[in-house]
């Protein structure tokens, strides 16, 4: 089990994952993140940043919440409950989706785990937990058993170009053989005699990287044994606040900021997320008529010309001073050099379009940008 939840100063009780007394150990500057206690940085963001695109970062993300859905009506639950296409999925394969609600917004964004026929494992955010929970037991017309086993599970990523050379020598050479969004689930006590492991070529980096998810109480464990395999290889522990800039070069999403309720996948760019002609789900209809109509803002990367860090909230503007929009992630990236940001804008081309130039309004000042494709950094994910 996880830590004892603590009091924080405003009287809410804030839970810890496992691995408190290792980041405390670390120096970990630790900051509350969606209810939890979670290490920020230890030796530096731009530090933890470059260990991850260079070698390896091994990230803590035991937070996440994961609900088993059971039975022999689980494939057709969580059909009807996401909007990609789980019918394609082969056993042992995980799939990202959206989950929406009548109107089209998003609810949450997770990744589906097809463990076998009758079983399915959902990664949802941990902010979200609670509501995600709660809205699946609402919506589930044909009873299939949902377990909430959040609290049971810890969460590793090893992330960057070396994490499957660092893994081998844990799990073996098949590592290598593992493609981008397949899973392995080993028997009981085959590896490191954990009685139950799912080892996922998965990630929230934009690079290489595997997702283990272990019972609570072998987390730690889990953590010192990467730690020493990786340590030859520069491998190091990576916080929230790499996570976040490692994302944003991505492209990622991240709930509460390009992600919401008043948000549908067409203008976060998530249309090849949402499969339309499948069977009926939650939030069809409407989103049909929304990609019919067009969306009325899109989402785009932008790239600072001028210098100076795009922050979330910031106005966006045409070049003329309109205002066209607003920064919901920004950041200094570490591969470009140079400022970065998502960013929803009106969904017109001269706003759109790739190369096209744009402002960004800091204080009394318009900082100019361009829109650039997504990803900005794309590292050797298969």
């Known amino acids: 089990m996880g830590a004892e939840p603590t009091e924080s100063t405003n009287n809410t009780m804030i839970r810890s994952t496992p691995l408190k ?53 689980a494939a057709s639950f969580v059909q009807q409950l996401v909007t ?65 086993v959040s609290e049971q599970m810890g969460l590793l990523a090893l992330q960057g170009p070396a994490s499957l050379k660092i893994a081998s020598q844990l799990i073996g050479d098949h590592i290598f053989d593992v493609k ?19 080892i996922s070529r998965t990630g929230y980096t934009g690079d290489i990287g595997l997702e283990f998810y272990v019972e609570s109480e072998n987390t730690s464990l889990l953590w010192d044994a990467i730690m020493e395999a990786g340590s ?56 049909r008529t929304i990609k019919s109509a067009g969306p009325e803002r ?18 966006v503007v045409s070049l003329s001073g309109e205002p066209i929009g607003e920064v919901t992630s920004g950041s200094q990236s570490p591969i470009l050099a140079c400022g970065i940001a998502l960013a929803y804008v009106k969904n017109h081309p001269d706003y759109t379009s790739h190369g096209q130039e744009i402002g960004i309004q800091v204080r009394s000042r318009i900082l100019y940008c361009t829109v650039q494709p997504l990803p900005f950094y794309s590292g050797q994910r298969k």
């Not at 998003?106 to 902010?127: C, G, P, Q, R, S």
């Not at 899109?298 to 106005?315: E, H």
């Open 180 to 198: 981008n969004y397949r899973f392995l689930k080993p028997n009981p006590g085959e590896f490191m005699g954990f009685e139950k492991v799912i």
């Open 21 to 73: 007394a290792t980041h405390l150990s670390l120096g970990a500057k630790m900051v509350d993140f969606a209810g939890y206690e979670m290490p920020l940085q230890y030796t530096g963001i731009l530090d933890e940043h470059m260990a991850v695109r260079r070698s390896a970062g091994l990230f803590d993300v035991s937070h996440m919440g994961e609900v088993f859905a059971m039975g022999p009506n």
């Open 298 to 315: 899109r989402l785009v990367g932008l790239v600072m010309k001028d210098r100076g860090i795009p922050r979330s909230g910031y106005p």
């Open 232 to 287: 030859d290889e520069g491998i190091q522990p990576a916080g929230l606040g790499a996570r976040d800039t490692l994302r944003i070069e991505a492209g990622f999403c991240l709930y509460g900021n390009e992600l919401s309720e008043t948000i549908n996948p067409y203008e976060a760019r998530l249309g090849w997320v949402t499969k339309l002609k499948k069977t009926h789900f939650i939030g069809q209809d409407a989103l």
């Open 84 to 148: 990609n296409d789980i019918s394609q999925l082969d056993q042992g394969q995980a799939q990202y989706t959206v989950m929406c609600n009548e109107s089209g917004g998003v609810i949450d964004d997770l990744l589906v785990y097809k463990v076998n026929e009758e079983a399915f494992m959902l990664v949802v955010n941990a902010a979200n937990l609670q509501k995600d929970y709660d809205w699946m037991v609402n919506h589930n017309p044909v009873h299939t058993d949902l377990h909430d």
